[in-house]
């Protein structure tokens, strides 16, 4: 059976603080790993990985993979208030586009 | 901008009613899925298609059953609501193919009293 597993599931920071979301998983057939940003609302799509050591990055955002240790990390500098949400991490290891979802990070950021 | 829509976003439904969720994509995909969210369980998949009239089941389909009749349409089903049910419900539409990237509805929040 396929797992992600998320860590922490929740952190508090203050404003400019930088953090770092950890997602470890099991997957059989690894094909992909996702992160997204899930405010009130529809999760909305950050990263999608493939290759081990390859950084993605947007903005303040970056975000890494260790196909070998079977890990990803997710990274926020800077961080501000809108950056409080849950951060999801999903891995792709079947056909059909399916995606195996960790329990997500509750991010909240203090002005 | 790929849209999924879903029926509602609240609903309030009493114990034992049929219950009925509607999701539509307006991207041509030829996934859709079924999620319900938790606190601290994530995103755990109900069901999926992968064309019309297809589906699979997810990890936790006991108490679900879905309809695929249109490619654009995913309807999920609770055929008798429980309270255990209550919970938000999302969406997603993907295509086929080597990206993985879901596209994720507005969520519904179904209470079950």
């Known amino acids: 059976e396929d797992k992600v597993v998320q860590s922490p599931l929740s952190l508090v920071v203050h404003e400019g603080d930088t953090v770092t979301l950890n997602c470890s998983y099991e997957v059989t057939n690894f094909r992909s790993l996702l992160w997204y940003k899930q405010e009130k609302k529809a999760p909305t799509f950050l990263f999608m990985l493939?290759?081990?050591?390859i950084e993605k990055k947007s903005g303040r955002l970056s975000s890494i993979l260790d196909k070998k240790e079977l890990f990803s990390i997710l990274n926020i500098t800077a961080t501000q208030t809108g950056d409080s949400a849950i951060y999801l991490c999903a891995v792709g290891g079947t056909s059909y586009g399916k995606l195996t979802f960790g329990q997500g990070t509750i991010l909240t950021v203090h002005p | 901008d790929v849209k999924v829509t879903q029926s509602s976003r609240y609903l309030v439904k009493r114990t034992g009613e049929k219950v009925f969720l509607e999701c539509v994509q307006d991207?041509?995909?030829?996934?859709m899925f079924w999620y319900r969210q938790d606190p601290g369980l994530g995103l755990r998949l109900i069901y999926f298609?992968?064309?019309?009239?297809?589906?699979e089941k997810g990890d936790i389909p006991e108490g679900y059953s879905v309809s695929r009749e249109k490619k654009e349409r995913f309807s999920l089903i609770l055929e008798s609501a429980s309270t255990n049910q209550t919970s938000m419900y999302l969406c997603?539409?993907?295509?086929?193919?080597?990206?993985?990237?879901?596209?994720f509805g507005p969520g519904t929040r179904l209470t079950v009293t």
């Open positions: 997603a539409s993907s295509f086929s193919g080597p990206s993985y990237e879901q596209y």
């Open positions: 991207m041509d995909h030829e996934n």
């Open positions: 493939t290759s081990s050591g």
């Open positions: 298609s992968y064309d019309v009239k297809m589906k």
